[in-house]
């Protein structure tokens, strides 16, 4: 019998986080192809970016459920 999603997600909290993080990578690479090596660089400097900007204080985060409670308010619309 195949496995479902839910079970595939039960497992997956069994997982250190570093290998979830390489398990999606290998997801999205092997359904979507790579990265164009341009927007990947792009991207890190983008991240850095946001990182500096965190670390000095210019900007706020916004805490891991605030977001995915905005999100989920913004996807019922």
Do not use: C, F, N, Y
């Amino acid at each position: 019998m195949p496995i479902t999603l839910d079970e595939i997600v039960e497992e997956t909290r069994q997982l250190p986080a570093d290998i979830v993080v390489e398990l999606v990578d290998r997801i999205v690479l092997a359904r979507h192809g790579g990265i164009e090596p341009g927007i990947e660089s792009a991207w890190k400097t983008e991240i850095q970016r946001r990182i500096e900007e965190i670390k000095s204080g210019k900007v706020r985060g916004i805490p891991l459920k605030e977001s995915l409670a905005r999100a989920r308010k913004i996807l019922k619309r």
